[in-house]
């Protein structure tokens, strides 16, 4: 039984029906709301002996005296009442409800309303983040997973490709789920919220060398984490068998991330890991990634466009010798253009980019930046010239990984890589080493 017609009663009816409650209203007028609900309506005020046959009372009029008669017919037929005007004056509360996917958590806190919102407010953003633990636990015939991380040398592959799953439940498991989750250029606080979410739901985490190494050891100690990652000349597992590895582990059930830095699909062969999940028929997602080429340079002070500077920008993976056959960049229109050039994965080849956009045209007077580590507390900028940044680079000992700007907009971070800023940014990331 509601008593109440106004936007509060309202709530309380509509909550009470999607619990599955048969639902009374009285009230002289009704809110619009309540025609589209499948509750009985009297419009009229309340009466002594309303309450009869009901087993929950909700007083949430707008007239004190009305929700006290309302509040006394329940204690006198010993049923449970919830005064919307004051909490403290029965013996029931209306909790204050958040629900994510088949989780509902409600929240009391005394007769203090706004405390339990506040409360509720903030375990909503906690579950929709991802920072509480809300993977299922499965019973399962088979051990727990061996303890993490699991040694790649470890993981299971057979001659073929295929991997053999861990933690297999039994043959007719039902096909799990993968989630290409792109996990920005290295600071945990760029993952999306809904790449978060996906992993702290995740039974196995096939995790790349780069991108939020930090959140790995936030996951329940129950989730098999499998090294993937591609360091320069030391591939711990081929892209054959990350596709196998992870088609196989979806079929046995389980909820698989597949935690890439940056975005899943910008020279991350997240294309390929996708396709391999549609010829097995598992179901799969993609959850896009801040991008290194363009997040990397921004936490340098430089914008990768910039009115008056250059409208355009291109991103460039240069793994490869630009003589070598298998490249395909086109540096002649590259090097004859204004726009920025962001390269990935050209620490190797600096001197011979350089070379071969000299060669081509681009001045060699043309600033160029060097970021390693960008976005984390280990980041390390290098400004140079086009002509000079190889010599500059190896003399600092610069390493993999790192990304490297060539442009004009170089000469920005003078003035938008402020010290105060910088200070900022390591402030920010001793404060999560602290907690």
């Known amino acids: 039984m509601v008593v109440g017609g106004g936007s509060v009663a309202l709530r309380r009816a509509r909550a009470l029906v999607e619990a599955g409650a048969s639902v009374t209203v009285v009230a002289p007028e009704v809110a619009e709301g309540f025609a589209g609900l499948p509750v009985t309506v009297r419009r009229r005020g309340y009466r002594d002996g309303d309450l009869a046959g ?3 009372a909700h ?31 029965t013996a029931a509360r209306m909790p204050a409800v958040s629900r994510y996917g088949d989780i509902t958590v409600a929240v009391t806190a005394g007769a203090d309303p706004r405390r339990s919102q506040a409360l509720r407010s903030a375990i909503a953003q906690a579950l929709a983040e991802g920072s509480l ?5 499965r019973r399962s015939a088979v051990s727990p997973v061996a303890a993490r991380p699991v040694p790649t040398s470890s993981v299971p592959v057979g001659p073929s490709g295929q991997s053999r799953a861990r933690g297999r439940v039994n043959s007719r498991a039902a096909v799990g789920s993968v ?34 190494r930090e959140l790995l050891d936030e996951l329940d100690p129950g989730v098999e984490i499998i090294e993937a990652g591609k360091a320069p000349g030391a591939h711990s597992l081929t892209q054959d068998q990350i596709n196998a590895l992870i088609v196989d582990r979806a079929l046995a059930g389980n ?15 997240g294309g390929e890991e996708a396709l391999a999940c549609v010829r097995a028929g598992v179901p799969f997602q993609v959850v896009p990634g801040v991008s290194s080429s363009i997040a990397v340079p921004a936490a340098a002070g430089i914008p990768v466009t910039h009115r008056g500077v250059t409208q355009d920008f291109s991103v460039i993976s240069a793994h490869l010798d630009p003589s070598s056959p298998g490249a395909t960049v086109d540096w002649d229109a590259l090097a004859g253009g204004t726009g920025t050039l962001v390269l990935l994965m050209a620490v190797a080849h600096l001197d011979m980019i350089a070379t071969e956009l000299i060669k081509r045209g681009r001045d060699g007077a043309t600033p160029v930046a060097v970021i390693r580590d960008g976005t984390t507390a280990r980041q390390q900028v290098l400004i140079s010239t086009l002509n000079a ?23 920005l971070r003078d003035h938008l890589a402020q010290p105060v800023g910088q200070r900022a940014l390591a402030d920010e990331h001793e404060r999560r080493g602290a907690a």
């Not at 008669?69 to 037929?77: C, I, L, M, Q, S």
């Not at 996990?183 to 995790?207: M, N, W």
């Open 179 to 212: 989630a290409l989750v792109g996990g920005g250029p290295g600071d945990p606080g760029l993952i999306t919220v809904h790449g978060r979410r996906l992993l702290a739901e995740a039974d196995v985490v096939v995790a790349d060398r780069l991108g939020p």
């Open 59 to 89: 007083a949430a009029t707008d007239d004190p005296g009305v929700n006290a008669a309302v509040a006394a017919e329940a204690d006198r037929a010993r049923i449970w009442c919830v005064r919307a005007d004051d909490a403290s004056a």
């Open 389 to 411: 940044v190889a010599a500059d680079a190896a003399q600092h000992g610069i390493r993999p990984p790192a990304v490297v700007v060539i442009g004009d907009v170089v000469r």
């Open 255 to 269: 909820k698989v991330v597949r935690l890439k830095g940056g975005d899943p699909f910008v020279f991350g062969r």
């Open 133 to 137: 633990p809300v993977r299922r636990h």
């Open 54 to 56: 009901a087993w929950l």
